[in-house]
């Protein structure tokens, strides 16, 4: 049987995707779309960080308290992972997000305006 490696930075297209809030909750969810021509796979947590103007923006995502899983990508095939905001405090807005694929160290900067309160990020699941 063979082992399916772990996606490559470079093996994925990655979005941030705005979700609507809640009783003082914000959400996103990251996607993590497979675009190379091999199956691989991703586990766990992406590390996750708000910026604004290019400079960082409040503190690291925290890891929620949740199992993680291994989620296989078929070509074409999506991962997602929740990230999880506190939206009550008064804190400036992002304008984008560093993300780092689960076991990467490679980041993706794209746009989410969300407000940089304290996060908390799921492991991926499969979307």
Do not use: W
């Amino acid at each position: 049987m063979s082992r399916v490696s772990g996606c490559a930075t470079s093996a994925l297209t990655v979005a941030a995707l705005r979700g609507s809030g809640a009783a003082g909750h914000q959400y996103a969810f990251l996607q993590f779309t497979n675009k190379s021509a091999k199956q691989c796979s991703l586990t766990g947590f992406p590390g996750v960080q708000l910026l604004r103007g290019g400079v960082l923006l409040g503190k690291p995502a925290a890891r929620a308290n949740k199992p993680a899983t291994t989620v296989q990508l078929a070509p074409g095939r999506s991962a997602t992972a929740r990230l999880v905001g506190d939206s009550t405090c008064n804190a400036e807005k992002s304008d984008s997000i560093q993300i780092y694929p689960p076991n990467r160290t490679e980041k993706v900067v794209v746009p989410l305006s969300i407000r940089g309160c304290p996060l908390t990020i799921d492991p991926v699941i499969p979307s």
